[in-house]
């Protein structure tokens, strides 16, 4: 048996011996390297969250509070406004806000205030007058019902807008706008400083709509108003950064 | 009796004879044979043959003005270019083949494991040195690396160089891009699998090996 062993050891060795020495060039001949090493310093990060004030940094949906603060306003008709029509002039449109039912002789008790018109002085209304408005007639707006919330980015990296998203069951007819104020807003009163700008509206949840608002890296944040025309909806909040869609193009640099 | 002894003396004169005629010829005949050997001929011709084996030297060096690839890269964003500079040169007396590069990433991340949403390499010869401050080559540029995942790189894969000779001196740009991407980051969570807040270290290695051996006569 031993001697089988060593016959067979013998055999290998001999095989090998005399195996064909055509090895790849590159392994039977010299080769050279040369290494280097870059360290990758940390890819950017791009987040933001809605939250109840400007400081808030939780990463979750954001459940707005109740809407218990009803706003409601009073203005009076200027000239005639002969039946039907949708828009109707008003000697003053302050404190109105689209998604008000306008309440007035005349005008449908399923009509919204869709547009404001602060420069004519006019309100479009979702449902056509069916009576004549006569000069000086009093029209409020009512069944509003508004909440506040922040966008806040929680990251170092600026962004250039993004997404956001209103979850709540149903309330057809009744709608939740939100909007932003590309001033400051007086909360108490709804009231803007500067121009409103409608972000998303809708009877029920919406999809991820663009807020095309520049958040700075960091500490930027945007105060947005959320108003109802009914109380007593469940409303969440979630903001989406799409990298495809928030964020700077690109850069080249050479260094 | 007396024949008996003259026979005998005669006997031992010639048993005598014998012996003095066999050493005779035994020395005589060793002489002869010694004396043939030491006195053969012999012819020598030399010569000097000086023999050098050729050298293989690859080094790679960051372009004067440039970070090449051992200065650390600003935090890089969707989309992101990253051009270095470096000189490959072929500093031995032999000419090269098959030049290659390898990348290893440490640790380990979506940036050097994922081929599509990780680091993307492209190198770019040029005739004359890089115009750094805008990328540009006046010269001929030539595609040394089309753009190619870290994570392919991660086995040695070939070289396109304009030269090979030995002494070649060659210009290279790096370019290290992170690809655009389609991710969301929904209310601050960042999804599985993110290219974001990554750190890779990237460990380069130029390959070459040595010319075809030859076979000459003359």
């Known amino acids: 048996m031993k001697t089988n062993r060593l016959a067979l050891v013998a055999v290998l060795v001999g095989a090998i011996g005399l195996a064909p020495t055509g090895l790849p060039r590159a392994q039977a001949g010299v080769s050279a390297t040369s290494t280097s090493s870059v360290l990758q310093a940390p890819t950017q990060k791009y987040a933001a969250v809605a939250g109840a004030s400007p400081s808030a940094t939780a990463t979750s949906a954001y459940a707005i509070p109740a809407f218990t603060t009803s706003c409601s306003v009073s203005n009076v008709t200027t000239g005639s406004n002969n039946s039907p029509r949708t828009t109707i002039n008003m000697g003053s449109v302050t404190g109105y806000v689209v998604g008000m039912k306008p309440s007035a002789t005349g005008i449908p008790a399923t009509a919204l205030i869709t547009s404001i018109n602060t420069g004519a002085k006019t309100i479009t209304v979702s449902v056509a007058t069916t009576a004549n408005i006569s000069n000086n007639t009093a029209i409020t707006g009512a069944g509003c019902w508004q909440q506040y919330f922040s966008v806040n980015n929680i990251q170092a990296t600026a962004l250039s807008s993004f997404g956001v998203q209103q979850s709540f069951s149903s309330i057809s007819p009744d709608t939740i706008t939100m909007r932003r104020c590309s001033g400051t807003w007086t909360e108490s009163t709804g009231a803007c400083s500067g121009s409103i700008t409608t972000i998303v509206s809708g009877t029920a949840t919406s999809a991820i709509t663009t807020a095309s608002i520049a958040l700075s890296a960091s500490t930027g944040t945007a105060r947005l108003r959320l108003l109802a025309t009914k109380s007593g909806i469940s409303v969440t909040i979630s903001v989406a950064i799409r990298l495809a869609t928030d964020i700077a193009a690109g850069t080249t640099t050479n260094s | ?218």
């Open chain 2, 1 to 218: 009796m007396k024949l008996n002894s003259v026979s005998a003396l005669q006997g031992a004169g010639r048993l005598t004879l014998k012996i003095v005629v066999v050493a005779t010829a035994a020395i005589g005949g060793g002489a002869l044979v010694s004396s043939s050997v030491f006195t053969s001929l012999t012819a020598v011709a030399t010569a000097s043959t000086s023999v050098t084996s050729g050298t293989l030297s690859l080094t790679d060096t960051a372009t004067a003005g440039s970070g090449g690839l051992v200065t650390a890269i600003a935090g890089m964003a969707p989309g992101d270019v990253r051009n270095r500079y470096l000189t490959l040169t072929n500093g031995g007396t032999l000419d090269a083949d098959t030049p290659t590069v390898r990348i290893a990433g440490s640790p380990s991340t979506v940036l050097t494991t994922d081929g599509t949403k990780g680091l993307q390499i492209t190198i770019s010869a040029c005739s004359v040195a890089w115009t750094q401050a805008t990328g540009v080559c006046s010269g001929t540029t030539t595609a040394v690396l089309t753009s190619t995942s870290a994570l392919a790189l991660a086995t040695d894969t070939a070289l396109t160089l304009p030269s090979k000779i030995a002494g070649a001196v060659t210009p290279l740009k790096i370019s290290i891009a992170l690809p655009n991407t389609n991710e969301t980051v929904t209310d601050g969570v960042f999804p599985g699998g993110t290219v974001q807040g990554l750190t890779t270290t990237l460990a380069w290695t130029f390959t070459e090996a040595q010319r075809t051996a030859t076979t000459t006569n003359g």
